[in-house]
């Protein structure tokens, strides 16, 4: 059974950045000639840090030296903390010169290594987070990890870790090849033939996850709730088409504490990463690009089911806080808001920017304040630990009018007269730091949530600003070789499969709202680049890191749904998309047999695996190919995606087109509308609501 391991950090956001005033250092190490702002923070550590390259595992050989692998990112609260208590002493610094190649690690620049020492170290600790921290064998077999680690703890540990080496490098290494061993088993999967899927109840699938839902708060029976967007897509859709009221109602109680409760900014929008408590009050203050840009698209749906304002507001609220914080002038977008900003003592504390003391609020709010404070539910949500709320809105706006006889006009009035008090307050602050990262995968994540809200609200500038993203991602961010890079900021580090099968999904969903070919092709010729480099025959799966790229002895299979679904999953929808649009058996086949090789686990752990249970739906329920044809095409596919219609792909044109859906279905001076499955049609309507009455 598939060893279960959570991939979700204990750490809050502190984003650190080079100083540009000409400070003088004692100590500078090869971090400073880097971009990433996780290794400039070490820049002037003691410690003698070196970037990962492939070129580490021969200088240890060369000088026989275990390897120390710190790894974090810049937005990682503990990863600080470690720095200024351990790397910065010179003693530590002394004995790990002397007896490790010591390499630091930025997590976003290479989720390759971050995921197998992330992996080694839960098998050895149980446990894993960051500051992920690795001894291994000079050719990167590990061999001791942990996290956190006070001075005193960490310079013990590493002098026991030279002992043991030192006096039995045998055992040593027969410990290491151990834990490859049990790496290794996690990369089995199971035989694609082992299950038919038409024997698979998708009943009984849910059961099983209704045991780990919290029906009460949302959201998974655990003390800190993590969104997970995909997991509630799926439940969604799944809701829907079974007409499932238990889990509908758990969609929706998931959503709304989501969106009225501390995760979100009531004043700004945008999302902050988890909460610390099962109920979404406090939450670490971070917010990540990949977060806000999930929840935009899971949103959207939403509020296409349940016709919610709730759900319509959080969007555009959302949407603003991006453009506003995040976005650049050519549509892409930074990684994240820090969590740590400076109090008014002029001390970095963590949510400082975005929390509230009562008397401030009271010397503020003035008469308002018993009012605000029963809104915001100050009386009710315990402060934090600095004794500052949290602004948490814990009833709904109708129970509240009628509780103190208000109109809905009134308390609109009220809520904007309270937000632009506490924002021209929070201007007076010291803003969080934002990270300036620009991640391929998570600005793809982006571009996918405008897409899906412009499918959903049908605003035209919505779809302006996808094209501009996308236009942006292809022409920065995409080599001319077909090469997708990791980041903006560093061209030498490749792309993995999460960043090429983000943006292959994003321009398929590009297409979907302007029927322009080329981005069909493109997602295509970028589709058959990650076959023929990413791509295992053994085990049909792609392999997270392109062939020969890592420069580890280890391949890396990304299948688990976390806060992000698995690169995977992903690819095999998109296999599974290309393989419609254009008739190839081949991508169908190769989706088909990703999926048979997940699903024995997906039925065990579907929380884990929701992105190929979508993908599973696909396979087994009807799913239709929606063709539209003529001068009308645009506007037809606009009205026909009001509807929530998760089991098609759209596929048009305004003039003759050779793709195999569209070939010889253009009639000059007619819009028509044909419904297909597995290319074989009905005949064509030139009505939506006939079209509606085909698919459902």
Request: contains cysteine; proline residues 3%.
């Amino acid at each position: 059974m598939r060893i279960v391991y959570s991939l979700f950090c204990l750490c809050i956001v502190l984003i650190s950045c080079s100083e540009t005033s000409k400070e003088t250092h004692t100590y500078t190490n090869a971090l400073v000639n880097e971009t990433s702002p996780y290794l400039l923070q070490h820049a002037h550590n003691p410690v003698n840090w070196q970037p990962w390259s492939k070129e580490i595992l021969a200088k240890a050989k060369a000088e026989n030296k275990l390897i120390l692998f710190s790894i974090g990112y810049a937005s990682c609260h503990w990863c600080h903390v470690m720095e200024k208590e351990t790397f910065e002493d010179k003693a530590v610094a002394e004995f790990m010169n002397a007896h490790f190649i010591n390499v630091k690690v930025d997590r976003e620049e290479h989720p390759n290594i971050d995921k197998t020492y992330l992996k080694a170290v839960q098998l050895m600790t149980g446990n894993s987070g960051w500051p992920l921290n690795c001894v291994t064998l000079p050719n990167g077999e590990p061999v001791w990890g942990g996290t956190y680690f006070t001075k005193e703890n960490w310079l013990q540990s590493l002098q026991q870790i030279v002992n043991i080496h030192k006096e039995n490098p045998e055992k040593t290494a027969e410990f290491a090849q151990a834990q490859v061993k049990r790496m290794s088993l996690l990369q089995n999967f199971a035989d694609e033939e082992a299950l038919q899927l038409s024997k698979i109840s998708t009943d009984s699938i849910i059961n099983t996850w209704k045991k780990e839902l919290d029906f009460e708060n949302g959201g998974l029976k655990e003390a800190e709730k993590f969104p997970r967007p995909s997991n509630y897509r799926f439940l969604l859709r799944y809701a829907i088409t079974q007409k499932d009221t238990l889990v509908k109602s758990h969609v929706n109680t998931t959503l709304q504490n989501i969106a009225n409760r501390g995760l979100f900014d009531h004043l700004e929008g945008g999302f902050a990463r988890y909460a610390t408590d099962e109920h979404w009050n406090i939450p670490h203050f971070e917010k990540m690009l990949y977060d806000n840009a999930q929840l935009i698209s899971l949103f959207s749906y939403a509020h296409q089911t349940e016709k919610a304002e709730l759900y319509k507001n959080t969007v555009f609220q959302t949407l603003q806080f991006v453009e506003q914080h995040l976005m650049r002038n050519d549509g892409l977008c930074y990684a994240s808001l820090n969590a740590d900003s400076f109090n008014e003592e002029n001390e970095t504390e963590e949510g400082a920017y975005y929390t509230w003391k009562k008397a401030e609020l009271q010397t503020l709010l003035k008469d308002d304040f018993s009012l605000f404070s029963d809104y915001y539910g100050l009386n009710k949500i315990s402060p934090t630990e600095d004794e500052k709320h949290v602004l948490v809105k814990v009833q709904s706006d109708e129970k509240f009018i009628q509780k103190h006889q208000l109109t809905k006009a009134s308390l609109a009035q009220k809520i904007a007269q309270w937000k632009s008090i506490l924002l021209a307050e929070r201007q007076r602050r010291k803003a969080p730091k934002t990270d300036t990262k620009i991640i391929t995968s998570w600005n793809a994540l982006l571009l996918k949530a405008y897409t899906d809200a412009y499918k959903v609200f049908g605003d035209e500038t919505l779809k302006v600003k996808a094209i501009k993203i996308a236009t942006s991602l292809k022409e920065k961010l995409i080599v001319s070789d077909g090469k997708v890079l990791r980041s903006l900021e560093n061209k030498d580090i490749h792309g993995f499969l999460e960043d090429y099968a983000y943006v292959i999904d994003a321009f398929l969903a590009v297409y979907q709202i302007t029927f322009d070919e080329q981005w069909l092709h493109d997602a295509k010729s970028l589709t058959n680049y990650t076959l023929t480099y990413f791509y295992d025959t053994e085990k049909k799966l792609f392999a997270f890191s392109k062939r020969d790229d890592t420069g580890l002895n280890f391949k890396e299979f990304d299948v688990e749904d976390g806060v992000m679904p698995s690169a995977n999953a992903v690819m095999s929808h998109n296999l599974f998309q290309l393989g419609h649009y254009f008739g190839n058996d081949d991508y169908l086949a190769k989706s088909n047999q990703m999926l048979q090789r997940i699903l024995p686990d997906a039925l065990v752990f579907p929380y884990l695996y929701s992105h190929w249970l979508e993908l599973y739906l696909n396979r087994t329920q009807p799913y239709y190919e929606v063709v539209i044809t003529g001068e009308n095409a645009i506007t037809k596919a606009n009205e026909l995606q009001q509807y929530y219609l998760p089991n098609i792909i759209l596929c048009g044109s305004i003039t003759e087109s050779d793709l195999p859906l569209l070939k010889n279905r253009f009639y000059e001076g007619k819009t028509l509308i044909y419904v297909c499955v597995n290319r074989a049609c009905k005949l064509p309507t030139e009505s939506v609501e006939k079209a509606l009455e085909l698919i459902n």
